[in-house]
């Protein structure tokens, strides 16, 4: 039985290094899976990067990107917008930031992504005894995230980049060098995870963004008030997004703490 060798891509410059690695045949990764945690989740940029740009060379290298969703037991889609905005929302699956600016627990990673691509491979024969080998793009800067999930017996994580000793810089110099224009990271648009400058970007340059994320916290915070819980916020200032995010910043690379430690979020 063949070996399902599979690249959890996040539509970020890592997995598009591996994806163009992929098109040299530089690594063997026939298939790339997109696990789009919504259309009203991820942000657009990385939705038109994914469609308009990764996709269309993939299938001119010969390389299968599939897009994946979460599906509820209806078989209906679900999105990471509307588990936040749930009724009957108990605990917040992003990680927002507590009292004292930490990020809470999540389980946005492993809902929307992690058990989707899980799911996908168990579908198509991936078995304790068979196991799928799932690429993930981390370079060697950002080290510190590999080997921090536990792999599911179905799968065997190998870090593609990390093996041929990459750092994030010569991801982007093999995206340019493939002729294709560098993404930005990739990540959710309301991810608390977000540093203070690429807040104030949002707050800036994308308007639109940002009032839905205002409202976003607003609303997770009404249902913590009805369940008596403290407050929490999308920064770690312990005020609403609003009052915390002011000013405009310069355009920055780094938009997002290292503390998405999962390497299935912006790769
Ligand atoms: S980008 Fe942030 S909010 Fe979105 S799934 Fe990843 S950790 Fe969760």
Known sequence: MEVLRVVSYGGGVQSTALLAL??????????FLFANVGDDSEHPATLAYVREVAMPYARQHGIEIHEIQRRR???????????LHQ??????????????????????????????????????????QHPAVLGIGISLDEIHRANKRRSGPYEQIEYPLLDLGLRR???VQI?????????????????????????????SYEPEL???????????????????????????YGIPLSEAIQTVAPPSVEILDPGCDSGWCMT
């Open 175 to 203: 995206i340019s060098a493939a002729g294709l224009p560098v993404p930005a990271k990739s990540a959710c648009f309301f991810c608390p995870l977000k540093t203070v400058d690429a807040w104030r970007e949002q707050r």
């Open 87 to 128: 009724a009957r929302l108990r605990s917040i699956p992003i990680p927002v930031r507590m009292a004292n600016g930490a990020p809470g627990r999540r389980s946005c990673t492993s809902d929307f992504k992690i058990k989707v691509v899980a799911r996908w491979l168990r579908e198509r024969g991936a078995t304790a």
């Open 210 to 236: 940002f009032a839905k994320s205002v409202e976003l916290e607003a609303v997770l915070n009404e249902k913590r008030a009805m369940l008596g819980r403290d407050a929490a916020y999308l920064t770690r």
């Open 169 to 171: 810089s010569d991801c």
């Open 22 to 31: 992929a098109a040299q045949r530089q690594i063997i990764f026939p298939t």
């Open 73 to 83: 037991r209806d078989g209906s889609i679900e999105t990471l917008w509307e588990r």
